[in-house]
């Protein structure tokens, strides 16, 4: 009943509120990104919704273009400006997602949406988290975002797939501020983000079923 009826009209109020409340942030952040980044400011990708369904994900961009001789991009960490560190740590980056909460591609509260390429290597059971609406912040998000294993992120996608409701919706929202307060789990231990899913080995996958 929460799922088909409250969540989506939760999202689109508490979605207006953020937007009002987060605005001058947002404005300040657009500002120097603007600087930083030479007149760009967003980050825009396609990215599966709601059964894998594609839409257009909108964040601020915290990283820049620069390319090597070849031109192929630069490691992430090199790319990665100061201000977009900032912008990245106090998880700012996000806020213009709730534009896309308001389309009603996402919700506040669900699976991170991940990348198109990725869909093709889920197993059964990781594949089960396309069974919701993605979200902004997550119960993966909460317990450890990307210090975690992609298996262990799946994990955790799952049981809120299997669990989803409004008390837990209100519990990941406030562990969610208590992150950013924290600055915890911004980046995995050797990586500015989290190195791309390659699929499951056998053995993982084994692990993750049982």
């Known amino acids: 009943m929460y799922r088909m009826y409250f969540k989506r009209l939760i999202d689109s109020i508490i979605s207006v509120v953020l937007l009002i409340l987060t605005l001058p942030f947002s404005l300040t952040a657009a500002i120097l990104l603007s600087f930083a980044n030479q007149g760009k400011i967003f980050f825009i990708q396609q990215r599966p919704g709601l059964h894998g369904k594609p839409f257009r994900i909108i964040k601020f961009k915290t990283m820049n273009d620069r390319r090597d001789a070849s031109g192929e991009l630069l490691p992430d960490a090199i790319r990665l400006t100061k201000i977009g560190r900032l912008v990245r740590k106090t ?16 919700s506040l509260i669900g699976p991170r949406p991940l990348l198109m390429e990725y869909l093709p290597l889920y197993n059964e059971t990781q594949r089960r988290r396309h069974e919701v609406r993605p979200g902004i912040t997550g119960w993966a998000q909460v317990n450890g975002r990307n210090m975690l294993s992609w298996e262990k992120k799946f994990e955790y996608d799952v049981y809120y797939v299997d669990h989803v409701s409004l008390a837990l919706d209100i519990k990941i929202f ?16 050797n990586s500015a983000t989290m190195e791309k899913f390659r699929g499951t080995n056998t053995s993982s996958q084994k692990e993750l079923n049982n």
């Open 174 to 189: 406030f562990l969610t501020i208590l992150k950013i307060i924290q600055g915890e789990g911004i980046s995995a231990d």
């Open 91 to 106: 998880s700012i980056d996000e806020l213009p997602q709730l534009i896309n909460v308001l389309r009603g591609d996402i």
